[in-house]
C-alpha cells in the first residue's frame, strides 16, 4: 500500500516536473488577459463611457440631497435633479444625426428598449415645452425640449441636443457596451 501510494506521488512528480513551468505560465497568463479585458462589458473592470443621463433641470434649488450642482462643458453651471429620468440603461444603440446647415453640431437618435420607450413618453409628457439637461459622463452639455414619439410602433427616439461630433461618435461607439454592461447575460454569472 505504501509502495503504491509512493509510486503515485512519483509519477505525479516527474509529471509536474516533465512538463514545465512554461505550460502552466501560459494558462495563467492567458487567464489573466481574459479577466482583465476592460473592453469586455462583461468584465468586471468593463467601466462605462460616454454614460447618458437625462436629468431634469431645476429652477430654484431647495430640495438638498436631490438636487445638485453640475459644470457644463462652457464652465457655466446648472442645477438639475440628481435622479436621471432617462438614462444609458436603456439605450441600447444610438446614431449620430448630422444637424443640416451646421456641420459642427450634431443630434442623437435612440434605439430604446421597452422600459426605455415608456420611460420616453413620460419624460416627453411631463416635460412638454420645459428644458431638460443632456448629461455626458457627469458633464452638463446642453438643453433641449424632448419630442414624443411620432410612431409608436418605433423604438427609435430623437434627441434634438446639438453636441459636437466627437461626443456624439462616442456615445454612438460605447451605447452597446454601456447596455451589455448594464444589462448582464444572467448565464455569464454560474
Known amino acids: 500500500m505504501v509502495r503504491r501510494f509512493l509510486g503515485l506521488v512519483l509519477v505525479g512528480v516527474s509529471v509536474f516536473c516533465l512538463t514545465g513551468c512554461e505550460t502552466f505560465n501560459e494558462a495563467l497568463k492567458q487567464a489573466l488577459e481574459e479577466g482583465s479585458n476592460s473592453e469586455n462589458p462583461n468584465s468586471e473592470d468593463y467601466r462605462p463611457k460616454f454614460v447618458v443621463s437625462i436629468n431634469s433641470v431645476v429652477e430654484y434649488p431647495r430640495a438638498g440631497d436631490l438636487e445638485r450642482e453640475i ?5 457655466k453651471s446648472v442645477w438639475i435633479n440628481s435622479v436621471p429620468i432617462f438614462s444609458s440603461m436603456n439605450i441600447s444603440d444610438a446614431r449620430v444625426v448630422a444637424r443640416p446647415g451646421n456641420p459642427d453640431l450634431c ?5 430604446t ?3 426605455g ?3 420616453w413618453q413620460v419624460v416627453s409628457g411631463n416635460h412638454r415645452g420645459d428644458a431638460v439637461a443632456f448629461v455626458v459622463d457627469g458633464v452638463y452639455f446642453g438643453s433641449f425640449m424632448p419630442e414624443s414619439l411620432d410612431d409608436d410602433n418605433s423604438d427609435w427616439i430623437t434627441v434634438r441636443v446639438g453636441i459636437d461630433s466627437v461626443t456624439a461618435n462616442g456615445i454612438a461607439k460605447y451605447a452597446k457596451k454601456n447596455y451589455t ?3 448582464p447575460n444572467t448565464a455569464s454569472w454560474f
Not at 71 to 75: A, F, H, N, Q, R
Not at 107 to 111: A, E, G, I, M, T
Request: proline fraction near 0%; aromatic fraction near 10%; charge should be neutral.
Open 113 to 115: 428598449d421597452r422600459a
Open 117 to 119: 420607450k415608456l420611460k
Open 181 to 183: 454592461h448594464y444589462h
Open 107 to 111: 443630434d442623437l437618435q435612440f434605439k
Open 71 to 75: 459644470e457644463g462643458i462652457d464652465g
